[in-house]
C-alpha cells in the first residue's frame, strides 16, 4: 500500500509536468490545428534560460524562495518572447498552406531548437542548481514527499488556475475562444486575430518553460534532447483529454504520468518489464483513439465535406 | 523496335551500370576508377532513402493519407530478417557453396528481403485496419505511435539484441541494392499510373466522391499501406545486410520524419519529386560538412558544425517559399517537355 501510494505521488508529479505541456499543445491545436512539434523542445529552453538566469544572478549558491521565483518567472517570459517569435517568423508565413506545409515547418523549427542548443551548449547535460531547501514530508506509513514535488504540485495548479481565469475571466481569454470557435467569424467580430495566436503561443510557451524549471528541481539533468521524449508524451495526453480542450489536457497529462510510474512499479507482476516505460503513453493513445478519436473529453466533431 | 526490346535492353544496360557501379566500390575500382568507401556509403544511403521515400510517396502523397510512422516498418523489415540471417545464414551460405561465394550471399539476401517485406507488410496489415479509420493528424499521431511502440518492443527483445545492437552479416552490396531501388520505383510507377493508382489518387482528391463513384475507399486504403510497409521492410533489409549493424536508436521517429522531409522537399505527389527529396535530404548535410571554419579575432566558428541548423533552416525556408515543395505534384518529366516545347515555339532561333 505504501510503495503504492508513494508510486502514485512520483507518478503525479511527473503528471503534472506533462500537463503544463500538454496546455500549450492543446491550446495552439485548438486555434491553428497545428501540432506543434516545436513544443516539447520550448520546455527544453525553458529549463535552459533557468539554469542561465540562475547562474547568471548567482542564485545557485544559497537555495531562496526569492531565487527560485525569480528564475521561474524569467525563464517564463524568455520562452514566452521565442515561442511568439517561432510563431511570427516561422508558422504565420505558412499558416494559409496546406497541413502538411505547416507540420514539417513545426518539425523544422524543432530540429532548428535542438540543433542550435547543441551548437551553443554542447550536447553534455548540465546539472541545475538546486534553487530551493531539499527536505521531504513522511505521509501515513512509509511513503514519502519531497519539497521538490510539493512545489511542482503547487505551482502547477497555481499556474493552471491562472490559465482558467486568463481564459475564461478576461477579455483576451474570450478573444482566444471566440478564435479557436471560428477565426474567420473572429476576425469579422473586429478581434486582432494575430495577435490572438501570438497570446496564445506566448501562454503555451510560459507554461511549458515553467514546467522545465520546475522538472528541474526535481530530475537536475538537463541536455539539448530532452525536450524531445516528455514534448511527445505531454502531446499523447492532450491528445488523450481531447485536443483543444483545456481540463482534458491536465487530465489527461495526470493520466499518462500516473500510468508511467504504475507501469514502471507494478508492470513485472503483469509480464510487463520496466523497460516498457515509453511505451505505456503510445498504448494508451492508440486504445483511445480507436475506442473514442475525440479523447476522454473532448466533443465528437464531424468533418465537413 | 518493340515495346519488350526496348525494356530489355533499358534492363541489360542498367545492370551493367549497376555492376560497373559496383565494382567502382570495391578496393580495386573498375579498371582503376573508383569511389571511395565514404562517396560508396552515401551512394547506398541515397539508394535506400529513395525506396523509403517513394514508397512513403504512395501512402502520403497519392493516397493523402497522413502516415509519419514509416521507420517503424523499417525497423521491422531489418530486425525480421537481421534475425533469419543470423540464425540460418550461415548454415545456407554453406550449403549453397557451389553457386560461388557472391551467388549463395546473393540467394540468402533474396530470401531475407523476401521475409522482411514479407513480415513488414504483415505488420502494415495489422496497424493499417484499425487506424486507416482515421483521418489527418490523428492518423498521423496513431502511426507515430504504433512505430514507436514497435521500436520500443524490438528494444525490449533480447534475441535480437536488445539495447547492445545486433550484428548482421553484410550480405547486401551495391548491385543488389541498386536493383531493388529500381525495382521500387518502376513497381510503384507503375501501380499509380494504374487502375488501382487512379482508385488511390481519388482517395487523395476526394475520399467521400472517390467513395460514390463505387472506390472500395478502405480497402483501397490499406492495400496502399500494406504495400507502402512492404517496401519500407525492403529498405530496412538492405540497410541491416550493408550497414552490418542495428540499434533501434537508427529507427526513431526522427526517423520517419526524414523521409517525411523528402517527399514534402521533393513534392507530395511526384514520383520524380521523392527520388529528388531523397537525394537533396542525405547529401546536404554531407556537402554543408565541408563548410570552412571563419577565424574572427580569436575565435573560431566551425560553420561545418552548424550544418545541421542550416539543413533545419533551409527546411523551414523551402516551406515558407515553395510549400508545394519543388516540384509540387508535377514530374521533372513534365517541365523538360515544357522546356523543349518553348524550344521549338521560337524555332531554334533566339
Do not use: C
Not at chain 1, 255 to 268: M, N, S
Not at chain 2, 156 to 182: E, S
Amino acid at each position: 500500500m505504501d510503495t503504492f501510494v508513494q508510486q502514485l505521488i512520483n507518478g503525479l508529479t511527473i503528471g503534472s509536468i506533462y500537463a503544463l505541456i500538454a496546455l500549450g499543445y492543446t491550446m495552439v491545436y485548438g486555434i491553428l490545428r497545428l501540432i506543434n512539434f516545436a513544443h516539447g523542445d520550448i520546455y527544453m529552453v525553458g529549463a535552459y534560460a533557468g539554469f542561465m538566469l540562475a547562474v547568471a544572478l548567482g542564485f545557485s549558491g544559497e537555495p531562496s524562495a526569492f531565487g527560485f521565483a525569480v528564475t521561474l518567472i524569467g525563464a517564463m517570459a524568455i520562452a514566452a518572447a521565442i515561442g511568439m517569435a517561432i510563431e511570427r517568423f516561422a508558422y504565420r508565413p505558412v499558416r494559409k498552406y496546406s497541413k502538411m506545409t505547416t507540420l514539417i515547418t513545426a518539425i523544422g523549427m524543432s530540429l532548428l531548437i535542438e540543433y542550435l542548443f547543441i551548437f551553443f551548449f554542447s550536447p553534455t547535460p548540465r546539472s541545475f542548481p538546486q534553487l530551493l531547501p531539499v527536505g521531504s514530508v513522511t505521509l501515513f506509513g512509509n511513503a514519502t514527499i519531497s519539497t521538490s514535488q510539493i512545489l511542482i504540485f503547487v505551482v502547477s495548479l497555481l499556474l493552471m488556475g491562472l490559465l482558467q481565469w486568463i481564459i475564461f475571466r478576461t477579455k483576451m481569454g474570450k478573444a482566444m475562444r471566440a478564435v479557436s470557435f471560428n477565426i474567420t467569424s473572429a476576425k469579422l467580430m473586429g478581434i486582432n486575430t494575430d495577435f490572438v495566436i501570438a497570446f496564445t503561443f506566448a501562454l503555451g510557451s510560459a507554461l511549458a518553460a515553467a514546467g522545465g524549471v520546475l522538472t528541474a528541481q526535481y530530475n537536475p539533468k538537463i541536455d539539448p534532447l530532452m525536450g524531445i521524449m516528455t514534448g511527445l508524451k505531454a502531446f499523447v495526453a492532450a491528445v488523450l483529454g481531447g485536443i483543444g480542450n483545456i481540463p482534458g489536457a491536465v487530465l489527461g497529462g495526470l493520466l499518462i504520468g500516473a500510468a508511467e510510474t504504475l507501469v514502471v512499479g507494478y508492470g513485472g507482476y503483469i509480464g510487463i518489464p520496466s523497460t516498457y516505460r515509453d511505451a505505456v503513453a503510445f498504448a494508451i493513445l492508440i486504445v483511445v483513439l480507436l475506442v473514442r478519436p475525440a479523447g476522454l473529453l473532448g466533443s465528437n466533431i464531424q468533418e465537413k465535406v | 523496335m518493340s515495346s519488350w526490346v526496348k525494356s530489355l535492353i533499358i534492363g541489360i544496360v542498367v545492370i551493367a551500370a549497376l555492376y560497373v557501379l559496383n565494382a567502382m566500390m570495391s578496393a580495386t575500382g573498375f579498371f582503376g576508377v573508383g569511389v571511395n568507401d565514404y562517396q560508396g556509403r552515401l551512394l547506398v544511403f541515397i539508394a535506400i532513402n529513395i525506396i523509403l521515400a517513394t514508397s512513403l510517396n504512395l501512402i502520403n502523397g497519392f493516397t493523402g493519407q497522413f502516415s509519419i510512422g514509416h521507420a517503424g516498418f523499417m525497423a521491422v523489415g531489418a530486425y525480421a530478417s537481421a534475425y533469419f540471417t543470423n540464425t540460418y545464414g550461415e548454415a545456407l551460405v554453406q550449403s549453397l557453396a557451389f553457386l560461388g561465394d557472391t551467388g549463395s550471399t546473393s540467394v540468402v539476401l533474396l530470401i531475407a528481403v523476401v521475409i522482411g517485406a514479407v513480415v513488414a507488410a504483415l505488420m502494415g496489415l495489422i496497424v493499417g485496419i484499425p487506424s486507416l479509420r482515421l483521418k489527418g493528424d490523428y492518423l498521423a499521431i496513431v502511426t507515430l505511435g504504433f512505430a514507436e511502440i514497435i521500436r520500443i518492443v524490438i528494444l525490449n527483445i533480447d534475441a535480437v539484441g536488445g539495447a547492445t545492437g545486433y550484428q548482421v552479416p553484410g550480405y547486401a552490396n551495391f548491385l543488389w541494392i541498386g536493383i531493388f531501388t529500381i525495382i521500387t520505383v518502376v513497381v510503384i510507377h507503375n501501380i499509380v499510373k494504374s487502375d488501382t493508382g487512379r482508385a488511390l489518387i481519388s482517395i487523395r482528391e476526394d475520399e467521400l466522391a472517390a467513395e460514390a463513384m463505387g472506390v472500395n475507399t478502405t480497402r483501397y486504403k490499406v492495400t496502399s499501406f500494406v504495400i507502402g510497409s512492404a517496401f519500407a521492410g525492403i529498405a530496412g533489409v538492405l540497410f541491416a545486410h550493408y550497414n552490418k549493424f542495428l540499434h533501434t536508436n537508427d529507427f526513431q521517429f526522427i526517423r520517419s520524419f526524414e523521409i517525411i522531409i523528402m517527399i514534402v522537399i521533393g513534392g507530395m505527389g511526384s514520383m520524380t519529386g521523392a527520388i529528388l527529396g531523397a537525394i537533396i535530404v542525405t547529401l546536404l548535410p554531407e556537402i554543408l560538412r565541408q563548410l570552412p571554419d571563419i577565424q574572427l579575432g580569436a575565435t573560431t566558428f566551425k560553420f561545418a558544425d552548424l550544418r545541421l541548423v542550416i539543413f533545419a533552416l533551409i527546411l523551414i525556408l523551402t516551406m515558407i517559399v515553395r510549400p508545394q515543395g519543388i516540384l509540387g505534384t508535377a514530374e521533372i518529366g513534365t517541365y523538360l517537355k515544357r522546356f523543349r516545347r518553348a524550344d521549338k515555339n521560337t524555332g531554334g532561333l533566339k
